[in-house]
């Protein structure tokens, strides 16, 4: 009986492997997306192609990144998601102090209109400044905002397209700052100074060049995922003349590399969980690179994955509990938590199966769990190192600092070991990964010193 039970176990383990086999990327499938990757990186750049490329390749206008010698109180406003933060930063050489608050965004304003939620914002802003008693001090403001932005200059950008579960009526197509200046106008109660509209990507970048001059390259793995990086200036060929200096080598580019993958571009490898999750998503079609990375749908591919197991009566003897059916209900932390445990232990992983419903699991189960998540998680991880690799192999530079931001690589116990070990497969070049310690934020109010500072 007890061989039986073995030799059981040890197929089901097989069997799920197999069911598992097309979230398992081999290199050679990774260095055909770079390749797939670069050449719509150079669309996005090349003016004659930008229109109508996938990737991107906004330029931001931003040329400068911080040398130390920045002094005063910045303001940051940092919209990206649910809840967006407040910051004031203070300042002076490499002393800095920062205070800061986070409001949250209801769902009401996520999908209201472009008006109530800018007007939200600005109340939020004053509230923080006048309980700080600055309202009567001229704020440069530093605004992260972290959806595609066309911009036509450092304080222009123009809304492409709402991410992340946002869709406000009247913003598609407007410019941001406009619409964040005439809300904090209609009150007419603090002196705020706009200087730069950027998105957290650069933000992540600008904080971490801060610390360590070598960073070139901001990255985002949270809610959703995006990454920038230093281009030759000559090469950010839809950049408006006029609105920046040509003699300065280098500008940033924000990719928006979440929307790689439209039009079948990774069709070799999207699966039929890929497919699942972008028909249920209020954007189908787009943004499938993000889909397959970020924190907003990596639970929910774990919970497709399970759910197919289920059914294939490989896990929890083919029965599945309600909670377990339910879309969203298998959240991106739990993917984190379950492979937090030590190994051969399953204590967050039988708490986290309790809450769904199911009791009295088996190991067998609940390591079949964990290998579902660790494979969920191993392929974003490497999906990331890709694009990194890709943009490490364009810079063609040794040591470049990758900053990085965002709650699955904050967050998952192994997404930092994964990406070092897959980037350096991927490339030649010396680079190291450093976390970004305040996020956005404190870039944003960088990005408002330097461009103050320079005016």
């Excluded at 030590?342 to 769990?369: F, H, M, W």
């Excluded at 660790?374 to 974003?380: D, M, W």
């Amino acid at each position: 009986m007890k061989t039986s039970t073995l030799l059981s176990s040890a197929l089901i383990k097989q069997e799920i492997r197999d069911a598992c086999k097309d979230l398992v990327l081999p290199d050679d499938q990774l260095r055909l997306l770079m390749q797939k990757f670069i050449d719509e990186v150079n669309k996005g750049l090349a003016k004659a192609t930008h229109d109508d490329a996938i990737v991107k390749c906004f330029t931001t206008y931003v040329q400068d990144l911080p040398d130390g010698t920045e002094k005063g109180n910045f303001l940051a406003l940092d919209l990206g998601g649910t809840n967006f933060r407040v910051l004031l930063i203070t300042l002076d050489g490499q002393n800095f102090d920062m205070k800061s608050k986070i409001y949250a965004i209801p769902q009401s304003l996520m999908l209201g209109t472009g008006t109530q939620l800018f007007d939200h914002i600005a109340q939020c802003l004053a509230l923080f400044v006048k309980d700080l008693k600055l309202q009567n001090e001229v704020l440069p403001l530093g605004f992260t905002f972290s959806f595609p932005l066309s911009q036509h200059g450092l304080t222009e950008g123009y809304l492409v397209r709402w991410t992340k579960g946002f869709n406000c009526s009247g913003v598609i197509g407007e410019d941001v700052v406009a619409l964040l200046e005439e809300a904090i106008n209609r009150r007419n109660d603090v002196k705020i100074d706009v200087c730069a509209i950027l998105n957290d990507t650069i933000g992540t970048l600008m904080s971490c060049a801060w610390k360590n001059q070598n960073c070139r390259i901001g990255l985002i793995v949270g809610t959703g995922s995006n990454a920038c990086y230093v281009e030759k200036t000559k090469n950010a060929q839809c950049a408006i003349p006029g609105n920046f200096s040509e003699k300065k080598p280098h500008m940033l580019i924000n990719t928006e590399w979440g929307a790689f993958g439209e039009r079948g571009v990774l069709d070799f490898i999207i699966t039929e969980f890929d497919r699942a999750i972008d028909e249920n998503s209020i954007n189908p079609t787009k943004q499938l690179f993000e889909k397959m990375i970020s924190g907003m749908y990596m639970g929910e591919l774990t919970r497709l994955v399970l759910e197919k197991l289920v059914n294939a009566g490989l896990l929890f003897g083919g029965k599945c509990p309600g909670d377990l059916r339910k879309r969203g209900k298998f959240f991106t932390k739990y993917v984190s938590e379950i492979e937090n445990d030590p190994k051969g232990r399953y204590t967050n992983c039988r708490e986290i199966l309790a809450e769904l419903g199911l009791r009295n699991v088996s190991d067998q189960d609940c390591e079949n769990v964990r290998y579902v998540c660790s494979i969920v998680s191993r392929r974003a991880a490497h999906l990331v190192s890709a694009g990194i690799a890709a943009l490490l192999n364009k810079m063609g530079e040794d040591n470049v600092t990758v900053g990085i931001d965002g709650s699955v690589y904050r967050f998952h116990p192994h997404f930092h070991d994964l990406m070092t070990a897959k980037i350096s497969e991927l490339q030649p070049y010396k680079f190291d990964l450093m976390l970004s310690e305040d996020g956005s934020g404190r870039g944003a109010a960088l990005v408002a010193a330097v461009a103050s500072q320079r005016r």
